[in-house]
């Protein structure tokens, strides 16, 4: 096993993105940096719009992540959803 | 009857395959004729997935938004005087190292991926390198208006471009694009989007800018970042480029993977300047090179090596040489800047006691034994008013171009030196795996443009060094380089901050 | 092995060619676990320079600047010309005794294990 990863700047917007995160995928683990926040959990992680939007208030399109993100470890797959980091091994 | 909303899966396999066209009455090898001599064999485009799906219009307006966000920033910073933040005078010369080392490589990523988004069949990989061959100028760009603010305060900034092209250390970064650019097109998305934008610009742009942030810079850290949202595209396009050969054909693979071991070599030698820019020019440290080697290369890339090895794919050769490495290249670089302080374009110093502390904390293994005592004989040279500045020119690798400061692993006490004969002429190199990516491609290396040899050769202007510095590399003799102690750019900042 | 190349016999151009050197030869000074200099030195040198030139001339312009320099007892130091054992003649001149365009000469000094004997 191994683990992805994601990191995001540390803004108001991210906030919400984290929340939705950690009520994703409950045991991931969120790491605080300077500016940065690092989330990391074992083989998978996935950000779910309906989520996002929940804690946000309002309509959010998966692919406004760009906008937010620094980087990412794993194999991505994106739809209209959903935005998932996985490893296949 | 309304038009139904397309999703994003429709709208990016329209964008991709509906605006391609079949050649009739052309011969295809010639619209593409760069895709065959390297050897990769691709039998079906249409495979070709990118899990971002990035259409055109959603590429503009996102870009537009984090460019706005960007330039207000800017303009934050450069109202409030944002300059007088940073920790001290001594961060500044990360910045003026990054400008004149790493920005012109994004320039140049901007070329090559320009380059091969035109040369590949496969209209999937051509979009996907056009956005990011205008990723890369958008680096370019917003890391320059950035750093524009710190050229009105500081010196060091104001030739960058005319210096990548010359000056002895910045040879090793744009050797490193040139060498990538002038391969195959497979070559270099698995040299720049695999190699280097998977793994190891994670180690820049990421604790680094963290590092930015931490020191004050709100300007850098902004411009990181925002570079930084781009490179997660880009990574997931190196990831997909990789699986999308190894899938295509089984004799894809050793052609692969040994451009995995050059890349990835290559890649290390080249981050040694941001292991010494973490470990000695960040005056608040955010966490060692070591444990960001550990964070982003062992741990990320042993993830993705892991992945890869259903296809037959194996961790890059000399893993083992460059996980013991990681407790020595900073200190070997920031010794080798520190010495040659009166050739660089920037200012260099002695860690303050605190940061010798913190350095051998982090490093418990090697820095009392192996580092400290060149801190004490400087600080002792320093103190006999002859601070040190070492003479002549040192030897340089023949492949990564870096003076062969490198030490063996079995003795750190001992430089690495290997050498081959090619045509009855001799060769050196700082590494078996600079030697080995030489023994590939001999061809090729021959043409090094070794700074030192073309000084010896009259090319770049002297006949001493430092006319060398003065015309030919465009310093400010005197006020760029040396200690910062004394040096123009502290005496302003403690004027500024009141300081006698 | 050849350069992946779009045309066959593909050879780029040499760029450190003895002739480029206006008479000199690229000659390769280290001395070793004596890390105050980061990296071996090169120096531009004409073929017919005799040893005893490189030792009194060369030498101090490469390593004087380090506190053991004066201490160096030539006649002890232990020399490799490109990875082979080397004993130099002091009288004879680079060519002649195989030190070549872009040889390296390396010399220990078993006695001097560098500042703090740490090998700096």
Redo the contacts between chains.
Sequence with gaps: MSKVYIALQDNDESRYIVEAIEESNPDATVIHQPAMIRIERENRLVIERAVVEEKMGREWDVQELHINLITLGGNVDEDDDQFVLEWKQ | MAAKKLNIKDKYRLLTRDLDWEFSYEDPKQAFPYEEFEGIKITDWSKWEDPFRLTMDSYWKYQAEKEKKLYAIFDAFSQNNGHLNVTDSRYVNAVKLFLTGVSPLEYQAYQGFAHVGRQFSGVGARVACQMQSLDELRHVQTQIHAMSHYNKFFDGFQEFSHMHDRVWYLSVPRSFFCDARSAGPFEFMIAIGFSFEYVLTNLLFVPFMSGAAHNGDMATVTFGFSAQSDEARHMTLGLEVIKFLLEQHEDNVPIVQKWIDKWFWRGTRLLTIVAMMMDYMLPNKVMSWKEAWEVYFEEAGGALFKDLARYGIRMPKYAETIEKEKEHISHQAWWTFYTHGHAAGFHTWIPSDEELDWLSAQYPDTFDKYYRPMWELAKEQEAKGERFYTSGLPQLCQTCQIPMLFTEMDNPNQNSMRDYLYQGERYHFCSDGCCDIFKEEPEKYVQSWLPVHQIFQGNCGGPGVGEVLSDYYRMNVGVDNMDIKGSPDEVRWNKWKGVA | ??????NPG????????VE???G?Q?V?L?W??H??????????LPPSMPFAALIENIMP??F??H?EFKQINWDSAEWLL??EPFKPQADVSLADQGV?????I?FKTPELT???G???
């Design positions: 092995m050849p350069v992946y190349a779009l593909y050879q780029g151009e040499r760029m450190d060619r480029n050197f206006h000199n690229i390769y280290g070793d676990e890390r105050m200099f980061c990296a071996a030195k090169a120096f531009p312009e490469a004087g600047q506190p490109d990875g070549g365009h872009k040889s390296l390396r560098g500042y703090q740490a090998g700096v």
